[in-house]
């Protein structure tokens, strides 16, 4: 089906671990975006890429980091991973123009024990 | 203050019924308004966006936005028991060329049978 993939669905890590959470979208979208969401805090943007080429930071990066791989493929990296850092991590996509909505992916469920 | 403020909820209403879900927000140039409902471990999807004043309908959805009042509001008709579920109101800030969106953190929709 079409739309945004992500990988893993689930994970867990030891506090200290790395890893990078993969995000794939097949509908042509300039834009895409990581937001985490937590329990009474919403979903808050961590980074966006607004075109193939570009990152930006959102209102919490610290400690992620991200790469653009190409048009399709977005990943967020840990590099330290903290017990803060557990959430839940959705990748959305969407055209640049501002009427678009976003086309979001199923998410993974991130432990950090 | 938030800059997308909804109440929690949860909001309970029979089946039937109208079910009401508020949501304002602070940055007076917004241009753009979302809603996304979001089930229990699944991710957000798309249900109505809105960026004139006045009313959108689709379906058994409204949505309503007063730019003045920095208001927006989401009725949903005819209410469904698999209408139950958390209403996210997203909000795409001025002042980026990109697609930017800021959520709250939702209302919880029960519908009573």
């Known amino acids: 089906n079409a739309g945004v993939t992500q990988t893993p669905k689930f994970q867990v890590l030891k506090t200290g671990q790395s890893m990078t959470l993969q995000c794939a979208q097949d509908?042509?979208?300039?834009?895409m975006y990581w937001y985490r969401q937590d329990p009474g805090m919403g979903l808050r943007l961590i980074y966006y890429?607004?075109?193939?080429?570009?990152?930006d930071k959102g209102e919490v990066p610290n400690g992620y980091n991200v790469s653009r791989l190409n048009k399709r493929e977005f990943s967020l990296r840990l590099e330290s991973a903290a017990p803060s850092q557990t959430s839940v991590y959705f990748c959305?996509?969407?055209?640049?123009?501002?009427?678009?909505?976003?086309?979001f992916g199923s998410g993974t469920r991130l432990t950090v024990v | 203050q938030k800059e997308v403020e909804q109440n929690s909820g949860p909001l309970s209403v029979p089946e039937g019924a109208i079910a009401s879900l508020n949501c304002t927000y602070s940055?007076?140039?917004?241009?753009?308004f979302f809603w996304y409902r979001q089930y229990s471990g699944k991710s957000p999807e798309l249900i109505m966006f809105?960026?004139?004043?006045g009313d959108k309908e689709d379906g058994r959805f409204t949505a309503q936005l007063n730019k003045a009042s920095q208001y927006v509001s989401l009725l949903i008709r005819d209410s469904q028991p698999s209408d139950s579920a958390t209403y996210l109101c997203?909000?795409?800030?001025?002042?980026?060329?990109?697609?930017?969106?800021?959520f709250g953190t939702g209302t919880l929709l029960a519908v009573q049978p």
């Open positions: 959305a996509s969407t055209h640049k123009v501002s009427n678009y909505g976003y086309t």
């Open positions: 509908m042509n979208h300039n834009s």
């Open positions: 890429s607004a075109s193939e080429g570009t990152t």
């Open positions: 940055d007076r140039g917004s241009q753009s």
């Open positions: 809105i960026y004139s004043n």
């Open positions: 997203a909000v795409n800030l001025l002042g980026g060329a990109t697609n930017k969106l800021i």
